[in-house]
Protein backbone atom coordinates (compact mmCIF):
# COMPACT_ATOMS: atom_id res chain seq x y z
CA UNK A 1 0.00 0.00 0.00
CA UNK A 2 2.53 2.23 0.47
CA UNK A 3 4.85 2.00 -2.36
CA UNK A 4 1.75 2.37 -4.27
CA UNK A 5 0.63 5.63 -2.79
CA UNK A 6 4.28 7.18 -3.09
CA UNK A 7 4.14 6.26 -6.36
CA UNK A 8 0.53 8.10 -7.08
CA UNK A 9 1.83 11.03 -4.85
CA UNK A 10 5.07 11.16 -7.23
CA UNK A 11 2.93 11.06 -10.62
CA UNK A 12 0.85 13.74 -8.73
CA UNK A 13 3.75 15.77 -8.36
CA UNK A 14 4.63 15.51 -11.91
CA UNK A 15 1.51 16.80 -13.04
CA UNK A 16 1.62 19.46 -10.98
CA UNK A 17 5.62 20.80 -11.91
CA UNK A 18 3.47 20.69 -15.41
CA UNK A 19 1.03 23.55 -14.29
CA UNK A 20 3.78 25.31 -11.96
CA UNK A 21 7.22 25.38 -14.21
CA UNK A 22 8.77 27.21 -10.46
CA UNK A 23 7.59 24.38 -7.98
CA UNK A 24 10.78 22.55 -8.29
CA UNK A 25 13.03 25.57 -7.51
CA UNK A 26 10.67 26.81 -5.11
CA UNK A 27 10.76 23.34 -2.97
CA UNK A 28 14.73 23.27 -3.25
CA UNK A 29 14.42 26.63 -1.73
CA UNK A 30 17.31 26.10 1.34
CA UNK A 31 15.28 28.99 3.55
CA UNK A 32 12.62 27.17 5.12
CA UNK A 33 10.70 29.81 6.00
CA UNK A 34 10.03 30.77 2.36
CA UNK A 35 9.51 27.52 1.62
CA UNK A 36 6.47 26.74 4.26
CA UNK A 37 4.78 30.25 3.06
CA UNK A 38 5.01 28.32 -0.62
CA UNK A 39 3.41 25.76 0.87
CA UNK A 40 0.72 27.54 2.85
CA UNK A 41 -0.16 29.59 -0.25
CA UNK A 42 -0.12 26.58 -2.30
CA UNK A 43 -2.97 24.50 -0.05
CA UNK A 44 -5.08 28.06 -0.05
CA UNK A 45 -5.31 28.17 -3.33
CA UNK A 46 -6.32 24.26 -3.33
CA UNK A 47 -9.06 25.13 -0.26
CA UNK A 48 -10.32 28.12 -2.17
CA UNK A 49 -10.63 26.00 -5.69
CA UNK A 50 -12.43 23.37 -3.92
CA UNK A 51 -15.05 26.13 -2.06
CA UNK A 52 -15.72 27.33 -5.16
CA UNK A 53 -16.24 24.06 -6.77
CA UNK A 54 -18.56 22.87 -3.91
CA UNK A 55 -20.40 25.67 -3.98
CA UNK A 56 -20.85 25.92 -7.58
CA UNK A 57 -21.61 21.33 -7.44
CA UNK A 58 -24.11 22.34 -4.50
CA UNK A 59 -26.25 24.75 -6.38
CA UNK A 60 -25.91 22.90 -9.66
CA UNK A 61 -27.18 19.35 -8.42
CA UNK A 62 -30.12 20.85 -6.52
CA UNK A 63 -31.01 22.81 -9.77
CA UNK A 64 -30.56 19.24 -11.71
CA UNK A 65 -32.52 16.96 -9.60
CA UNK A 66 -35.43 19.97 -9.00
CA UNK A 67 -36.09 20.47 -12.77
CA UNK A 68 -36.42 16.71 -13.23
CA UNK A 69 -39.11 15.91 -15.21
CA UNK A 70 -39.68 12.64 -13.29
CA UNK A 71 -39.95 12.65 -9.64
CA UNK A 72 -38.40 16.18 -8.56
CA UNK A 73 -37.83 16.23 -4.83
CA UNK A 74 -40.66 17.71 -2.99
CA UNK A 75 -40.02 20.17 -1.73
CA UNK A 76 -37.50 21.35 -4.22
CA UNK A 77 -33.42 21.23 -2.79
CA UNK A 78 -32.47 24.70 -1.40
CA UNK A 79 -29.67 25.70 -3.98
CA UNK A 80 -28.09 28.11 -1.27
CA UNK A 81 -27.66 24.84 1.58
CA UNK A 82 -27.09 21.47 1.63
CA UNK A 83 -29.93 20.95 4.45
CA UNK A 84 -32.40 18.76 3.88
CA UNK A 85 -30.02 16.57 1.63
CA UNK A 86 -28.95 13.33 2.94
CA UNK A 87 -30.60 10.16 3.65
CA UNK A 88 -33.35 11.10 5.33
CA UNK A 89 -34.38 12.94 1.77
CA UNK A 90 -35.67 10.31 -0.53
CA UNK A 91 -34.07 11.84 -3.54
CA UNK A 92 -30.88 12.14 -2.47
CA UNK A 93 -30.73 9.58 0.09
CA UNK A 94 -31.59 6.61 -3.47
CA UNK A 95 -28.69 8.66 -5.37
CA UNK A 96 -26.49 7.98 -1.83
CA UNK A 97 -27.39 4.14 -1.76
CA UNK A 98 -25.22 1.22 -2.67
CA UNK A 99 -26.32 -0.70 -5.14
CA UNK A 100 -26.15 -3.60 -2.75
CA UNK A 101 -28.92 -2.23 -0.62
CA UNK A 102 -32.68 -2.09 -2.59
CA UNK A 103 -33.74 1.65 -1.50
CA UNK A 104 -37.25 1.05 -2.25
CA UNK A 105 -38.19 -1.25 0.29
CA UNK A 106 -39.31 0.47 2.94
CA UNK A 107 -38.10 -1.91 5.59
CA UNK A 108 -34.39 -1.48 3.96
CA UNK A 109 -34.53 2.30 4.00
CA UNK A 110 -35.64 2.61 7.29
CA UNK A 111 -32.26 0.49 8.52
CA UNK A 112 -29.96 2.34 6.15
CA UNK A 113 -31.09 5.75 7.89
CA UNK A 114 -31.12 4.84 10.83
CA UNK A 115 -28.49 2.37 10.58
CA UNK A 116 -29.05 -0.46 11.81
CA UNK A 117 -28.58 -4.63 11.39
CA UNK A 118 -25.51 -3.64 9.63
CA UNK A 119 -27.06 -1.56 7.17
CA UNK A 120 -24.56 1.42 6.36
CA UNK A 121 -24.72 3.59 3.45
CA UNK A 122 -21.16 5.00 3.77
CA UNK A 123 -19.12 1.68 3.82
CA UNK A 124 -19.51 0.38 0.21
CA UNK A 125 -18.11 2.79 -2.64
CA UNK A 126 -20.89 1.07 -5.57
CA UNK A 127 -23.23 4.12 -5.22
CA UNK A 128 -25.91 4.63 -7.03
CA UNK A 129 -25.32 8.36 -8.41
CA UNK A 130 -22.41 6.47 -9.99
CA UNK A 131 -24.24 4.57 -12.34
CA UNK A 132 -25.55 4.87 -15.96
CA UNK A 133 -29.40 5.03 -15.28
CA UNK A 134 -28.84 5.39 -11.65
CA UNK A 135 -29.12 1.37 -11.07
CA UNK A 136 -26.45 -1.21 -10.58
CA UNK A 137 -26.18 -4.57 -10.67
CA UNK A 138 -24.71 -6.10 -7.45
CA UNK A 139 -24.03 -9.34 -9.58
CA UNK A 140 -21.87 -7.35 -12.23
CA UNK A 141 -20.94 -3.93 -10.10
CA UNK A 142 -18.29 -2.84 -13.40
CA UNK A 143 -21.49 -2.42 -15.61
CA UNK A 144 -22.44 1.05 -15.98
CA UNK A 145 -19.99 2.11 -12.85
CA UNK A 146 -19.48 5.82 -13.89
CA UNK A 147 -21.37 6.37 -16.33
CA UNK A 148 -23.93 8.52 -14.56
CA UNK A 149 -24.98 11.47 -16.10
CA UNK A 150 -25.36 13.10 -13.42
CA UNK A 151 -21.70 12.92 -13.10
CA UNK A 152 -20.81 13.73 -16.50
CA UNK A 153 -23.24 16.62 -15.37
CA UNK A 154 -21.32 17.58 -12.45
CA UNK A 155 -17.64 16.94 -14.50
CA UNK A 156 -18.91 19.54 -16.80
CA UNK A 157 -19.60 21.76 -14.07
CA UNK A 158 -16.43 21.89 -12.67
CA UNK A 159 -13.77 21.66 -15.76
CA UNK A 160 -15.64 22.63 -18.96
CA UNK A 161 -18.45 25.30 -17.80
CA UNK A 162 -21.69 25.77 -16.11
CA UNK A 163 -23.46 26.50 -19.27
CA UNK A 164 -22.27 23.29 -20.96
CA UNK A 165 -23.74 20.78 -17.90
CA UNK A 166 -27.15 22.22 -18.51
CA UNK A 167 -27.09 21.11 -21.84
CA UNK A 168 -30.68 19.91 -22.55
CA UNK A 169 -30.65 16.35 -20.48
CA UNK A 170 -31.31 16.36 -16.56
CA UNK A 171 -30.06 13.79 -13.99
CA UNK A 172 -31.64 10.80 -15.44
CA UNK A 173 -31.50 12.22 -18.85
CA UNK A 174 -34.70 13.29 -20.03
CA UNK A 175 -35.39 16.68 -21.10
CA UNK A 176 -34.99 19.61 -18.80
CA UNK A 177 -38.00 21.90 -18.09
CA UNK A 178 -37.18 25.14 -20.27
CA UNK A 179 -37.41 28.57 -19.84
CA UNK A 180 -35.08 29.25 -17.03
CA UNK A 181 -32.96 32.11 -16.35
CA UNK A 182 -29.32 31.65 -17.19
CA UNK A 183 -26.24 33.54 -16.14
CA UNK A 184 -24.09 35.36 -19.07
CA UNK A 185 -21.21 33.28 -19.57
CA UNK A 186 -17.92 33.87 -17.71
CA UNK A 187 -15.26 35.32 -19.92
CA UNK A 188 -12.82 33.41 -17.83
CA UNK A 189 -10.96 29.90 -19.62
CA UNK A 190 -12.83 27.05 -18.35
CA UNK A 191 -10.43 24.61 -16.03
CA UNK A 192 -9.96 22.26 -18.66
CA UNK A 193 -7.90 24.57 -20.74
CA UNK A 194 -6.15 25.98 -17.68
CA UNK A 195 -4.71 22.31 -16.45
CA UNK A 196 -4.38 21.37 -20.32
CA UNK A 197 -6.47 18.21 -20.05
CA UNK A 198 -6.22 18.89 -23.81
CA UNK A 199 -9.32 17.06 -24.44
CA UNK A 200 -8.67 14.30 -22.41
CA UNK A 201 -10.22 13.21 -19.03
CA UNK A 202 -8.12 11.91 -16.49
CA UNK A 203 -8.87 9.49 -13.24
CA UNK A 204 -8.14 12.24 -10.95
CA UNK A 205 -10.51 14.71 -12.25
CA UNK A 206 -13.29 12.08 -12.23
CA UNK A 207 -12.31 10.99 -8.84
CA UNK A 208 -12.43 14.74 -7.66
CA UNK A 209 -15.79 14.74 -9.18
CA UNK A 210 -17.21 11.98 -7.91
CA UNK A 211 -16.24 13.45 -4.49
CA UNK A 212 -18.29 16.82 -5.47
CA UNK A 213 -20.76 14.89 -6.27
CA UNK A 214 -21.01 12.61 -3.56
CA UNK A 215 -20.81 15.27 -1.02
CA UNK A 216 -23.01 17.91 -2.57
CA UNK A 217 -25.57 14.91 -1.98
CA UNK A 218 -25.26 14.95 1.91
CA UNK A 219 -26.70 17.23 4.09
CA UNK A 220 -22.80 18.71 5.65
CA UNK A 221 -22.81 22.26 6.49
CA UNK A 222 -19.45 22.77 5.11
CA UNK A 223 -16.47 20.65 3.61
CA UNK A 224 -15.21 17.77 6.00
CA UNK A 225 -12.84 15.21 4.54
CA UNK A 226 -14.78 12.62 6.77
CA UNK A 227 -18.59 12.86 7.02
CA UNK A 228 -21.03 10.32 9.06
CA UNK A 229 -18.30 7.41 8.60
CA UNK A 230 -17.50 8.43 4.44
CA UNK A 231 -14.03 8.60 4.35
CA UNK A 232 -13.16 11.04 0.97
CA UNK A 233 -9.89 10.71 0.88
CA UNK A 234 -10.48 7.19 0.70
CA UNK A 235 -13.06 6.80 -1.91
CA UNK A 236 -11.33 9.59 -4.20
CA UNK A 237 -8.41 6.69 -4.01
CA UNK A 238 -11.20 3.86 -4.97
CA UNK A 239 -11.80 5.75 -8.26
CA UNK A 240 -8.37 6.27 -9.10
CA UNK A 241 -7.68 2.36 -8.48
CA UNK A 242 -10.36 1.20 -10.33
CA UNK A 243 -9.04 2.49 -13.38
CA UNK A 244 -5.21 2.52 -12.93
CA UNK A 245 -5.27 -1.00 -10.69
CA UNK A 246 -6.32 -3.83 -13.10
CA UNK A 247 -3.43 -3.54 -15.36
CA UNK A 248 -4.56 -6.91 -17.49
CA UNK A 249 -4.79 -6.90 -20.96
CA UNK A 250 -9.06 -7.12 -20.07
CA UNK A 251 -8.88 -4.44 -17.15
CA UNK A 252 -6.40 -1.89 -19.98
CA UNK A 253 -9.20 -2.47 -22.47
CA UNK A 254 -12.15 -2.00 -20.21
CA UNK A 255 -10.50 1.13 -19.04
CA UNK A 256 -9.72 2.72 -22.69
CA UNK A 257 -13.29 2.36 -23.37
CA UNK A 258 -14.43 4.38 -20.22
CA UNK A 259 -12.16 6.91 -20.99
CA UNK A 260 -13.65 6.94 -24.58
CA UNK A 261 -16.79 7.07 -23.34
CA UNK A 262 -15.75 10.04 -21.19
CA UNK A 263 -14.16 11.72 -23.60
CA UNK A 264 -17.02 11.79 -26.42
CA UNK A 265 -19.43 13.26 -23.93
CA UNK A 266 -17.21 15.96 -22.02
CA UNK A 267 -15.12 16.93 -24.97
CA UNK A 268 -16.84 15.97 -28.18
CA UNK A 269 -15.17 19.10 -30.15
CA UNK A 270 -11.47 18.19 -29.38
CA UNK A 271 -8.91 16.73 -31.78
CA UNK A 272 -8.56 13.69 -29.33
CA UNK A 273 -11.94 12.98 -29.38
CA UNK A 274 -12.16 13.13 -32.99
CA UNK A 275 -8.55 11.44 -33.58
CA UNK A 276 -9.85 8.43 -31.54
CA UNK A 277 -13.44 7.83 -33.57
CA UNK A 278 -11.71 8.42 -36.57
CA UNK A 279 -8.99 5.94 -35.54
CA UNK A 280 -12.12 3.08 -34.89
CA UNK A 281 -13.90 4.10 -38.16
CA UNK A 282 -10.45 3.37 -39.73
CA UNK A 283 -10.18 -0.14 -38.07
CA UNK A 284 -13.90 -0.72 -38.91
CA UNK A 285 -13.81 0.18 -42.33
CA UNK A 286 -10.88 -1.63 -43.24
CA UNK A 287 -12.09 -4.76 -41.28
CA UNK A 288 -15.55 -4.94 -43.32
CA UNK A 289 -13.12 -4.58 -46.85
CA UNK A 290 -11.29 -7.43 -45.27
CA UNK A 291 -14.41 -10.19 -44.36
CA UNK A 292 -16.07 -9.20 -48.09
CA UNK A 293 -12.69 -9.84 -49.53
CA UNK A 294 -12.77 -13.07 -48.42
CA UNK A 295 -16.12 -13.63 -48.88
CA UNK A 296 -15.80 -12.87 -52.62
CA UNK A 297 -15.07 -16.29 -54.97
CA UNK A 298 -11.87 -16.84 -56.12
CA UNK A 299 -11.39 -16.43 -59.81
CA UNK A 300 -10.21 -20.04 -61.57
Same mark, same amino acid.
Given at each position: ?????? @?????? +????????????????????????? +? +??????????????????????????????? @????? %???????????????????????? !???????????????????????????????????????????????????????????? /????????? @??????????????????????? !??????????????????????????? @?????????????????? +?? /????? /??????????????????????? !? /? %?????????????????????????????????
Amino acid at each position: ELPRRR @NRDYQS +YLELVKLIPSLKDRIADPHEGSRML +Y +YAQLLDGANNARSDDLSRVKSGIASLLNNRT @NGPPN %PPLDLDTRDGRGLQNDITGKLLCP !VIYDWDDPATRAKLRDGIDDHNAFDDYWIRCLYEGEKGDPEDIEKGFLKSNLLVKTFQMI /FTSPSSARG @NLDAEGTPELQGRRRKAPSKRPP !VAAQLRMNGQVTARAIAYTAVQLHFSL @NDATHWMSDYNGFNYEEF +YE /FIIDF /FEEDQTPEGKAATSELYNWWNQR !V /F %PRSAATRGASSRSARRSSLARLRQQRRARPRSS
